[in-house]
């Protein structure tokens, strides 16, 4: 993966996935620009990128600037496009945001790039989620879409802007389908965003950990340092423009082994069942796992990280670090 002095925007870039993203290309020599409008209820935190701050270029703006988009998409190798609004439950009460950023926003960002820099090459960050419940297990590539919220038709209708662009227009797209992907960085300050991060926070104040239902719903998970190198290799390798490939793991596990996985890592803790919230089980989708072996056979990804490994690193970062992501802190 040759990024060495190469010119990357990252969209997104204070986020999660975004942060450590531009971690592993600094690394890797690229010059990196991030944008991200640090809404607060999203997971944007300047923390996440602390210790590259004399290293990248930061813009706060939002992608829902056309004229902030044309200037900051100009001369860019590529384009990791990891800026979205991520909350589930806030894409049903707040559906006109939701297309905003994860539709119109991105459609707006594909023009800017046909009209400005069509040689570029962009990642998209989709998600597993566009599936809905599934029809039969491990899920690939090949299974019906049936989105069970707006987020997830919002995220479908993102992707396909990307692989539209790319089959008529020639800018080189393609997207990952992520699973749950967890890690230093992520947003632990409440339920908004995936369950895990609420999890964590939950464990390290002492309280119990809520588990939905009889936790027997299956997942799979990626580090996020698993997530960003698939990033990456999308980003390097053309045979992947114009497709789609799922992430995923090998690892599957019911919720209820997740949370006891959790509170036996020497960090306390422990776990309740309660019964599921109405609104939430309106948009579950049941058991989920990915086939993710298109991305393992085109670009030789396969995920590194136990999933042991993964949360002792997780729980460890946010017992140092917790006053950097949530108020009330320890
Ligand atoms: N984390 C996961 O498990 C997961 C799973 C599936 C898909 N994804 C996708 O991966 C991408 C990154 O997710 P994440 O977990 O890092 O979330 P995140 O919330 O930590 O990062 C998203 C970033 O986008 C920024 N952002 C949101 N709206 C913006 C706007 N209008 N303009 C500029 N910046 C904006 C936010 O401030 C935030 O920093 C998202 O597109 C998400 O849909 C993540």
Redesign the pocket.
């Known amino acids: 993966m040759n990024y060495k002095n190469k010119n990357i925007l990252i ?2 870039g ?5 942060s450590n993203t531009a971690k592993s290309l600094v690394k890797l020599g690229a010059n990196v620009t991030i ?5 607060p209820q ?3 935190n300047l923390f996440n990128i602390n210790e590259l701050r004399e290293n990248i270029e930061i813009n706060i703006c ?3 600037d056309p004229h902030a988009m044309k200037y900051l998409v100009k001369e860019k190798d590529y384009i990791f496009n ?5 909350s589930h439950m806030d894409s049903m009460k707040d559906p006109q945001t939701d297309l905003d ?1 994860n539709a119109s ?1 991105q459609l707006s960002i594909l023009e800017s790039c046909r009209l400005n820099n069509p040689d570029t090459k962009i990642v998209f ?5 566009l599936y809905g419940k599934p029809d039969y297990l491990p899920v690939d590539e090949k299974h019906p879409i049936r989105p069970v919220d707006v987020n997830g038709i919002n ?1 479908l209708a993102g992707e396909w802007y990307h692989l539209l662009y790319n089959n008529v227009y020639g800018i080189k797209a393609c997207a990952l389908r ?4 967890y890690g230093p960085g ?2 632990v300050k409440d339920a908004r ?2 369950f895990l991060g609420i999890w964590i926070r939950l464990l390290l104040e002492g309280k119990p950990i809520q588990v939905f239902g009889d936790g027997k719903q299956l997942r799979d998970f990626n580090y996020v340092d698993d997530c960003v190198n698939a990033l990456l290799l999308a980003g390097a390798n053309d045979i992947a423009n114009g497709k789609v490939y799922n992430l995923g793991s090998k690892e599957v596990v019911g919720l209820k082994t997740l949370a006891e996985l959790l509170t036996n890592l020497d960090y306390g803790g422990s776990f309740e069942l309660i019964p599921f919230p109405t609104e939430r089980k309106a948009i579950d989708i049941g058991d989920y796992y990915s086939d993710f072996s298109l991305i393992a056979e085109e670009l030789g990804w396969m995920p590194k990280i136990a999933l042991e490994e993964g949360l002792r690193r997780t729980i460890e970062f946010y017992s140092k670090n917790s006053s950097e992501y949530w108020e009330d802190s320890l």
């Open positions: 969209t997104g204070l986020g999660f996935i975004g944008v991200d409008s640090l809404i999203y997971g944007g939002d992608i829902r990891l800026a979205g609004q991520t950023i926003a960050a989709s998600t597993r989620q995220k992520l699973t749950n992907t992520m947003r965003q995936t």
